[in-house]
């Protein structure tokens, strides 16, 4: 499916993508960060759904992503209480790499709505699975809400078809992939990185998953830059290569925000019905320099403040925090991720929580690829919970780590070798104490 790719200098990619009968060619100018598309044969635009809590009250908005073939107007059209309403038009054009975000409001919670796409004011085809369903209110909130996760996609785990199906039929109310999704290795080459988004948004599996499940995401290295990179890579990229990663990201992803903005990270906050989501960028600001400060190598000063305060104003029974490397040391003695380059900022995290009695918080990772979960003990007598789930692109050309140890005395489940993801179900029902249930879930049904 994926063509050759030609470079003409450092400062431009020439790319080629083949899908099927369908070729599109793009020239990246990496200084203005515009593409531009020479020729396109593609009759279909690619849709994603998001929800988006604008507030912490009952106001509710959709962001519906789509991509066009050409410079375009874009409509969407959902039925809401009777007879269907527009939302846009939203006109693509190069410099927004032909992408539409289209606010779609007035949405009323645990409600499903049917949804057409107008480009040119001609309805195109969607997956038959498209649909917008609103997830459960905020507040007051009693029963059962599924969310999916995983990491590790790599280039083919996207187009699964299977796990995309198991993924949707679960009805999860949002899927988290925590890194290494579509794009491999690219580095600089930003043509590149963009061919890696355009073959994803042709795989039949993921235009039917998105076009249904939102989807939040976040990067790690593999999709940063290349195995085990961060930051600037010690000084080899320039600034502005820097934040053109963020830019072709923020463009390719449907996230409700990204990082500071202004292309500065790409982490995020937040609330699925009765659920906080917490999404951290721990490449962007990465610095594992000698010089560097400790307790704020992974995630760099300012996004480590932010952690704390976010955290400080979760509100929800349960809150989810996610980081692209694991959070334990179990599984290739911590590699490149916090007992490797950062404990003390990993200790300020967990002894941030303690203090300040933040409970029901799930830790969520990947990069390791395989399936397990962990518990963390505290010398307060505390322990937290990690659920790994690296399996979305099923194994490492090679082998992939251990999948279980008898050393790891914490270690809860292990798995590696075939596609699989995680899923929390939360009960909050009538309970006193709100419950989460965690199952590792194969893309042929089998749960663990």
Same mark, same amino acid.
């Given at each position: 499916?994926?063509?050759?790719?030609?470079?003409?200098?450092?400062?431009?990619?020439?790319?080629?993508?083949?899908?099927?009968?369908?070729?599109?060619?793009?020239?990246?100018?990496?200084?203005?960060?515009?593409?531009?598309?020479?020729?396109?044969?593609?009759?279909?635009?690619?849709?994603?759904?998001?929800?988006?809590?604008?507030?912490?009250?009952?106001?509710?908005?959709?962001?519906?992503?789509?991509?066009?073939?050409?410079?375009?107007?874009?409509?969407?059209?959902?039925?809401?209480?009777?007879?269907?309403?527009?939302?846009?038009?939203?006109?693509?054009?190069?410099?927004?790499?032909?992408?539409?975000?289209?606010?779609?409001?007035?949405?009323?919670?645990?409600?499903?709505? @049917?949804?057409?796409?107008?480009?040119?004011?001609? &309805?195109?085809?969607?997956?038959?699975?498209?649909?917008?369903? &609103?997830? *459960?209110?905020?507040?007051?909130?009693?029963?059962?809400?599924?969310? =999916?996760?995983?990491?590790?996609?790599?280039?083919?785990?996207?187009?699964?078809?299977?796990?995309?199906?198991? !993924?949707?039929?679960?009805?999860?109310?949002?899927?988290?992939?925590?890194?290494?999704?579509?794009?491999?290795?690219?580095?600089?080459?930003?043509?590149? +990185?963009?061919?890696?988004?355009?073959?994803?948004?042709?795989?039949?599996?993921?235009?039917?998953?998105?076009?249904?499940?939102?989807?939040?995401?976040?990067?790690?290295?593999? %999709?940063?830059?290349?195995?085990?990179?961060?930051?600037?890579?010690?000084?080899?990229?320039?600034?502005?290569? +820097?934040?053109?990663?963020? =830019?072709?990201?923020?463009?390719?992803?449907?996230?409700?925000?990204?990082?500071?903005?202004?292309?500065?990270?790409?982490? #995020?906050?937040?609330?699925?019905?009765?659920?906080?989501?917490?999404?951290?960028?721990?490449?962007?600001?990465?610095?594992?320099?000698?010089?560097?400060?400790?307790?704020?190598?992974?995630?760099?000063?300012?996004?480590?403040?932010?952690?704390?305060?976010?955290?400080?104003?979760?509100?929800?029974?349960?809150? !989810? !925090?996610?980081?692209?490397?694991?959070? @334990?040391?179990?599984?290739?003695?911590?590699?490149?991720?916090?007992?490797?380059?950062?404990?003390?900022?990993?200790?300020? !995290?967990?002894?941030?929580?303690?203090?300040?009695?933040?409970?029901?918080?799930?830790?969520? @990772?990947?990069?390791?690829?395989?399936?397990?979960?962990?518990?963390?003990?505290?010398?307060?007598?505390?322990?937290?919970?990690?659920?790994?789930?690296?399996?979305?692109?099923?194994?490492?050309?090679?082998? =992939? *780590?251990?999948?279980?140890?008898?050393?790891?005395?914490?270690? #809860?489940?292990?798995?590696?070798?075939?596609?699989?993801?995680?899923?929390?179900?939360?009960?909050?029902?009538?309970?006193?104490?709100?419950?989460? +249930?965690?199952?590792?879930?194969? %893309?042929?049904?089998?749960?663990?």
């Amino acid at each position: 499916c994926f063509g050759p790719s030609y470079y003409v200098k450092q400062d431009h990619s020439w790319c080629c993508v083949s899908c099927s009968l369908e070729v599109c060619f793009s020239i990246v100018h990496m200084a203005s960060r515009i593409c531009r598309k020479l020729r396109i044969f593609q009759t279909q635009c690619m849709t994603s759904t998001k929800l988006l809590i604008t507030s912490f009250g009952e106001v509710r908005k959709i962001q519906v992503w789509v991509r066009t073939s050409k410079p375009a107007s874009v409509t969407v059209n959902v039925n809401i209480k009777g007879p269907q309403k527009s939302f846009g038009p939203v006109t693509t054009s190069a410099e927004t790499d032909l992408i539409a975000i289209i606010n779609v409001t007035g949405l009323e919670p645990l409600t499903q709505y @049917s949804y057409d796409i107008l480009v040119n004011n001609t &309805t195109v085809s969607v997956p038959n699975t498209a649909a917008i369903t &609103t997830t *459960p209110p905020l507040n007051g909130y009693r029963g059962k809400m599924r969310i =999916a996760f995983g990491a590790d996609a790599h280039e083919w785990g996207l187009s699964n078809q299977k796990l995309a199906d198991m !993924i949707r039929i679960r009805k999860a109310s949002a899927l988290l992939l925590i890194g290494d999704s579509a794009v491999q290795d690219q580095y600089i080459y930003f043509g590149r +990185h963009r061919a890696g988004y355009l073959r994803r948004d042709f795989f039949p599996s993921w235009k039917s998953l998105v076009a249904s499940v939102p989807v939040y995401a976040a990067w790690d290295d593999h %999709d940063y830059l290349h195995n085990d990179k961060s930051g600037n890579d010690k000084g080899r990229i320039s600034e502005i290569q +820097h934040k053109t990663l963020a =830019a072709v990201w923020k463009e390719c992803w449907n996230n409700p925000s990204y990082g500071f903005g202004n292309s500065n990270g790409t982490f #995020l906050r937040t609330r699925v019905g009765p659920v906080d989501i917490i999404m951290t960028d721990n490449r962007f600001f990465r610095n594992t320099e000698e010089a560097a400060r400790p307790g704020n190598r992974l995630l760099g000063i300012a996004q480590m403040t932010w952690l704390e305060e976010q955290l400080l104003d979760c509100e929800g029974p349960f809150i !989810i !925090i996610s980081c692209g490397t694991m959070w @334990s040391d179990y599984v290739s003695e911590g590699k490149d991720s916090w007992g490797k380059h950062d404990p003390e900022g990993r200790e300020r !995290i967990f002894k941030f929580i303690e203090d300040n009695d933040i409970a029901g918080v799930l830790l969520i @990772s990947g990069d390791r690829h395989g399936a397990r979960a962990f518990t963390i003990p505290r010398a307060s007598g505390f322990s937290f919970y990690e659920f790994e789930s690296g399996s979305l692109g099923a194994y490492l050309k090679g082998g =992939a *780590p251990e999948a279980v140890n008898e050393e790891w005395q914490q270690q #809860l489940y292990g798995n590696r070798g075939v596609f699989e993801f995680g899923e929390f179900t939360f009960d909050i029902t009538e309970k006193s104490d709100p419950e989460v +249930h965690f199952r590792s879930i194969q %893309d042929d049904g089998t749960c663990t």
